[in-house]
């Protein structure tokens, strides 16, 4: 999800993400054109992807090569941060490698041909620098001398911190099918999420999207055709806790981390049906589709339609639930979004995929919806889900309401509604291959 990230935040800062950027997927070090530090400082106030972020004065494939390239970097650069008056102090990463002291030393003391003037701080220096070197990604096959190596000033660090301290095992609610919170970020993110936002989330559920959006200063709401998960009552998914307590609610997760006042409502609603006036309403829709394995896909059904069940919820509330195929539930959802984003709004949702039979032709579009990127999760050998992420570019007109219909890319959608079936035939596999092997 790195370089999508990326790239919308980019986007987001005012910048560009340029076919010319130095990129190498497979390496933990990439090297970006970013015009100004203060870009480089509101890229790092966001993702939760990347770790730091430098200003890079040299770089080479071996040390002689990286000490060439620190001789050829501009000395008029580099003065503002070496004056007299100043403290610094010097830092090694290793990627894949570790170094004794004394080999960091050693590699400190080749740097002297800098020109250094102020007093090493190892406490509180005004200034950070640092050697990164990367010894590959293979840990069974560690080359001796690292593979490229860098030096730079640093900036600015990301907010991998936000991972752990929005953790959902911490989290005052939660349900069967709560987001992780590095997910919910990365979401928040490629939507290009911003303050005064109005974001939604058409299958709410205990609200984990809703907070990343939050927390990037966007006022939130959603809606779930679930009473007791909208209204925080029933049985609890937590670990030796039979029901959910007095106050466990989607205000209250925005409550605790303090975000309580970007809360506008969560609403029990069918997304199959619409509830909204027409017009653009949303700047970003970011939402987790149920997909039948914990959780069933449902809808409003009627007396004349087929009657799966008919379900009763706390204080008399009954209605009527139909099965919700994966297909029709992502048809809503882009018909939704074409119509109710604003311009340049982003759509960003998960599609279940059976790798097997996956290809491109099988990604939902509409005519409205510009394709943005298309990420995969491992969920197991033979299954997966793609983060997909799409742009309104189009205004919506009542001819595209049901455009999708006539295009002939129509029945590859039907794969998804099988997705369940596909993934518990794959684990029954799976368990008696084991089954087998253990009997050998």
């Not at 340029?18 to 509101?42: C, T």
């Not at 609890?236 to 209250?252: F, L, T």
Request: proline residues 5%; glycine residues 6%.
């Amino acid at each position: 999800f790195s370089l999508q990230e990326i790239t919308s935040l980019l986007s987001l800062c005012g910048g560009q993400f340029s076919g010319e950027q130095e990129i190498r997927v497979n390496s933990p070090f990439w090297i970006l054109n970013i015009p100004s530090e203060e870009m480089a400082r509101g890229l790092m106030k966001r993702t939760v992807c990347a770790k730091s972020i430098f200003e890079l004065w040299g770089h080479g494939r071996s040390a002689g090569e990286l000490y060439a390239s620190l001789k050829n970097y501009p000395t008029d650069k580099m003065l503002p941060y070496l004056q007299s008056d100043s403290t610094y102090k010097i830092h090694i990463h290793t990627f894949n490698k570790t170094l004794t002291q004394a080999q960091k030393i050693k590699k400190i003391d080749a740097l002297e041909f800098l020109p250094f003037k102020g007093k090493v701080n190892l406490k509180n220096p005004e200034h950070i620098f640092w050697i990164l070197e990367d010894y590959g990604m293979n840990p069974n096959d560690v080359p001796e001398e690292p593979i490229h190596l860098y030096f730079g000033r640093w900036i600015a660090d990301g907010q991998r911190e936000l991972i752990e301290s929005y953790s959902v095992k911490k989290r005052h609610f939660i349900g069967n099918t709560s987001m992780d919170a590095c997910l919910s970020f990365i979401m928040a993110n490629h939507a290009r999420v911003k303050p005064n936002d109005v974001v939604y989330d058409p299958f709410v559920g205990t609200g984990g999207l809703l907070i990343s959006s939050a927390h990037f200063g966007a006022y939130v709401c959603g809606t779930d055709i679930d009473y007791n998960t909208i209204h925080g009552l029933g049985k609890a998914s937590r670990k030796n806790q039979k029901w959910r307590g007095p106050d466990e609610n989607i205000r209250a997760n925005l409550r605790q981390y303090g975000l309580e006042k970007y809360y506008l409502d969560a609403l029990v609603a069918d997304s199959s049906r619409p509830i909204w006036r027409k017009g653009m309403l949303f700047d970003a829709i970011i939402t987790d589709p149920p997909y039948g394995i914990r959780e069933a896909p449902r809808r409003m059904g009627s007396q004349k339609e087929t009657v799966k069940s008919v379900e009763r919820s706390t204080e008399n509330h009954f209605f009527v639930s139909s099965s919700y195929h994966l297909s029709d539930i992502f048809f809503d959802l882009l018909k939704f979004a074409a119509e109710h984003l604003v311009m340049g709004g982003r759509l960003v949702y998960w599609l279940p995929i059976y790798r097997p039979e996956y290809t491109e032709e099988i990604i939902p579009r509409h005519p409205c919806l510009k394709l943005i990127s298309n990420c995969e999760q491992m969920l197991s050998s033979h299954t997966s889900r793609r983060l997909i992420t799409m742009e309104k570019v189009k205004e919506f007109k009542d001819q595209d309401e049901s455009s999708y219909l006539l295009d002939g890319q129509y029945m590859p959608y039907r794969g998804h509604n099988s997705f369940r079936e596909k993934y518990f035939s794959g684990v029954t596999k799976r368990i008696a291959k084991e089954e087998k092997d253990n009997q050998k």
